[in-house]
């Protein structure tokens, strides 16, 4: 067993270098920091990456995730910063059609597929040749159900096109950013295949599923997490830059080489006196160990030199406006907010923020919407043009902007995609063969905090292992 004072040495002696300070880099070094390791993260843009906090008009809104989903390592982070009892449930979880006029879409545990095809949303959605179409599902032999994969073939085989179209293919687009023939059943419904073998039916299946508990946000953001992770591994003699991009990642012996380009910034600015007060103005530095934890662009430019042949790339880029509104009621008039009804509409999604967190501070009069546009093409007066005219189509037709924020991602792909496993698994692979450097983030561990979280905890279990006992 080694002496805790060489443990202690040699953890001081060893240099982790952190590419991209989303949740996956912030929890990397947090838990290289907590054993004494030499921790520096860079970030190209702002500390946060999409768990981050802006301030809208006169409220602190999260930019992009706002909803946990909790798993133990959730759970584990949240308890270290005592922020367990500030979970808060959603007021709401009612969907509308974001369409000419607006629909509410049925209630369903199963991304949009009915228990009760003659509910009146269905029947307003479907009309009524949709809904015998779909009652059709209780009548046909249980045997044609097998163990359906994919979900958009299993509802249209049950319950014909208008329901996989109308009805799911929302939910899947708007949630999982899929096609439904490109949803995995058992990864995004892992109980419906059980369900629908014991009902004998598909909306029967669907009617035996619990309706899930509504999603949790965190009182204040969950940006908030971030935010805390940061001066915690600052606290840990970690350190951490903003604006700064890795450029380029070099292996020379048994050290990584990084180049850094930081921000374009004047004298002054806040980026610039970050970068200079923790020495970032330097274009280069050198660590023992590289952890990889950007988004998926970032990720394959780094790895381009070193790793031959990767899967094509999977993620989505979407642009997202946030936006404090004014002449729009306070009231959940349409839930928690709209999917687009077609899948190559302008606008993905709406979300009405203030209606599913109510208790969120605000300022008086002025509503959050958060507005989903699919690409990284349209300007940002333009989003903020269409981000207005999808919010007053759908509450109040004198919806005005008071203050926005347009930021862009590049989203992981879902957990549930077709062929999402092996891709991740070809990825991995690859990497494991290069030494002294890890890959975490959500297009390695599918998109999502929780997923991320556990995924960026796991890894660095291993890396402290391989640095302090050298297994
Ligand atoms: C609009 C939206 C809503 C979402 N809602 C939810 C939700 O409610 N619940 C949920 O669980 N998940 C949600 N997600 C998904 C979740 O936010 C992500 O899966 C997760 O936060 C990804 O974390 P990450 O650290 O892997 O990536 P990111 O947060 O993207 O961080 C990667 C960082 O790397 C930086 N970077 C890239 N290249 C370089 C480089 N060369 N040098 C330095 N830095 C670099 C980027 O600037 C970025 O900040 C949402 C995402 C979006 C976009």
Redesign the pocket.
Known sequence: MPDTRDLVDAARSHTVGI????????IVAWECAKVGMTVTL??????????RLDTVGDTTVDV??????RNAAVDGVLDAFGMTGELVPAATTARWLLQKTPLALPESPALGVPANPFASEVTSIIGWGGVWRAYLDRLKPVLTIGNAENLGELVRERMGAKVRDRLVAPHTRAELRLDPDGVVIDVALPELNGALTRAGSLSGGVGLLEQPAP?LGLSGG?GRIAAALRARIGELGGTVYDH????SARQTGDEWTLQIATADAEPGEPAQREATQGDAAHSEATVQHLVI???E???R??LAAHVVALPAETATE?T?VTLAVGGVPAQSIRGAGLYAAEGDAAVARVDHVTAQWPNMPRGSGQEIF?V?IPGHTMADDRAIEASISAIAAAYAADARVLDARVER????QDRAASGHADRVATIRASIAKLPQLDV????V?G??????VADAIQTAETIRRRALFAG
């Open positions: 590419v991209g300070g989303g949740i996956a880099g912030l860079w970030e190209a843009a702002d500390v946060g990456g999409m768990t992009a995730a706002g909803a946990l989903t999603p969950v700064a991009r890795v450029t934890a950007s988004d662009r970032g990720a430019e780094l979407q997202v958060r989903t991602f590049l989203r992981a975490v983030g959500a297009w561990a998109d999502g905090v929780a997923e991320v």
